[in-house]
């Protein structure tokens, strides 16, 4: 079956510091992957997408993930974080059905 | 990029009355909307897969009967609670996807129901 997996519950980071939030996905075929972050209280909002040619994909607000098929990865970085990055992460997958199969999320908190 | 747009924002109603939740795509037309649960600091839990024109499509253990969906156009999916109880009370938000399925779906911005 078709999962996402996000191993970390929270990830701390200084404030200028870089950061990453981990991802790894088990699918058949040609994965689709999505990364998107969560505001409290409201809906998601989509940062960036995998779909098919180079592995490093840049997105939203100075974000990036890189696509790595021999380790099923696909983990959301930023050079330097910022203390309004903080929020909760979610990586997807669309599954052959086009649901979003969505992993549990990480919460990142950056402190000044 | 695409909007979705959901309404109410939140909403507190008694045991036993139902809610309606509509969702709207502002700026593209959606066959298919999808309807997700999500638990505090939890991941999205797919509820059921909203279908212009036709029934919804409900994932294993959610009751339709309790969480009506109607899809009546392109652009409108409204969920429905009915005789909502205290255990419904939970945030719902809504998606769909303007093109095919390489393309990322846009979320409503979410309804936080509490019932009283």
């Known amino acids: 079956a078709q999962s996402v997996a996000q191993p970390e519950d929270q990830v701390n980071v200084a404030e200028g510091n870089p950061l990453t939030v981990k991802c790894t996905y088990s699918v058949s075929g040609n994965p689709y992957l999505f990364w998107y972050v969560q505001y409290p209280n409201r809906g998601l909002q989509f940062l960036l997408k995998y779909i098919t040619g180079d592995n490093l994909v840049k997105g939203s607000y100075g974000f990036e993930a890189e696509f790595n098929k021999s380790q099923t990865s696909f983990h959301l970085k930023k050079p330097s974080a910022l203390v309004s990055d903080s929020a909760l992460y979610f990586c997807?997958?669309?599954?052959?059905?086009?649901?979003?199969?969505f992993g549990q999320g990480t919460e990142l908190s950056v402190k000044p | 990029g695409a909007v979705v747009s959901q309404h109410p924002s939140w909403v507190i109603c008694k045991s036993g009355t139902s809610v309606k939740i509509e969702c709207r795509s502002l700026?593209?037309?959606?066959?298919?909307m999808f309807w997700y649960r999500q638990f505090p600091k939890q991941s999205l839990m797919l509820m059921a897969t909203?279908?212009?024109?036709?029934?919804?499509?409900?994932e294993q253990g959610v009751e339709k009967d309790k969480f009506l969906i109607n899809h009546a156009s392109l652009t409108l999916s409204t969920l429905t609670v009915t005789s909502a109880h205290p255990e419904d009370s939970s945030f719902y938000i809504c998606s769909a996807r303007p093109g095919k399925m390489n393309t990322e779906a846009f979320f409503g911005q979410g309804t936080r129901l509490t019932v009283v």
């Open positions: 909203s279908n212009e024109g036709s029934k919804a499509t409900y």
């Open positions: 997807a997958s669309n599954n052959q059905g086009g649901k979003l199969i």
């Open positions: 700026d593209f037309q959606a066959t298919t």
